[in-house]
């Protein structure tokens, strides 16, 4: 019966420090990664910006959980998504954030966007590069569906900008990535479920070819 009751206090202990991180709550942790963010959307239009199910800044070296999310979301005159979320969790070694959405709707002059589901997830590893991946499903530019390959920084040209799909940023202090980034210049800047964890480089890790033919 003592062994029993030792291992359930033994297993109470360990599952309270781990809801205490989640909840905010100080936990003493080894060194860590630089911090995390993770936006389901940040868009500005005409010098207007407005951040949806943003998780905030995780300061480097706090060993807490941020989330935050939203059931549906939008921006007036702009766009509308539903099932926002947006999380960034840091680790005695690590940070991992990760931004999701779904039934994504962009409306500019001359474009449309849809897509049924998008997600970015970026992770920061001591003594390892940053990693990063994006996911765009069901995307559809003006009416054409448009293939996504998966390389990071896929690009589509529009009319005054372009859409950059799977986004990245990587290097050896950690990762950024924007599931999908609208650019019309003048007009709107648009970043669809983001993910920093670490610190990205300051330079895309593949230059951004310029959208020169094959406007949508």
Wanted: no cysteine; aromatic share 2%; glycine share 12%.
């Amino acid at each position: 019966m003592t062994r029993s009751v030792r291992g359930t206090k033994r297993g109470f202990v360990i599952l309270s420090a781990v809801t205490a991180g989640l909840l905010g709550l100080a936990v003493p942790v080894a060194a860590q990664t630089a911090g995390g963010e993770a936006t389901a959307v940040q868009a500005t239009l005409l010098g207007a910006t407005t951040t949806l199910a943003d998780t905030g800044l995780l300061a480097a070296g706090t060993p807490y959980a941020l989330q935050a999310s939203s059931i549906a979301g939008s921006v007036p005159s702009l766009l509308t998504a539903d099932t926002l979320h947006a999380t960034t969790i840091a680790s005695a070694d690590q940070t991992e954030s990760e931004a999701s959405l779904g039934s994504l709707g962009v409306s500019l002059p001359g474009v449309t966007i849809t897509a049924d589901f998008l997600m970015a997830r970026a992770l920061a590893v001591v003594g390892a590069a940053g990693a990063a991946a994006g996911e765009v499903d069901g995307l559809v530019i003006n009416g054409v569906p448009i293939q996504v390959t998966g390389a990071p920084n896929q690009t589509v040209p529009i009319i005054g900008g372009m859409v950059v799909i799977n986004e990245q940023q990587t290097g050896a202090g950690g990762a950024v990535v924007n599931a999908l980034h609208v650019l019309v210049s003048g007009l709107a800047d648009v970043v669809v479920a983001s993910a920093t964890a670490g610190t990205a480089p300051s330079t895309a890790s593949t230059p951004l070819p310029l959208p020169l033919s094959g406007l949508l």
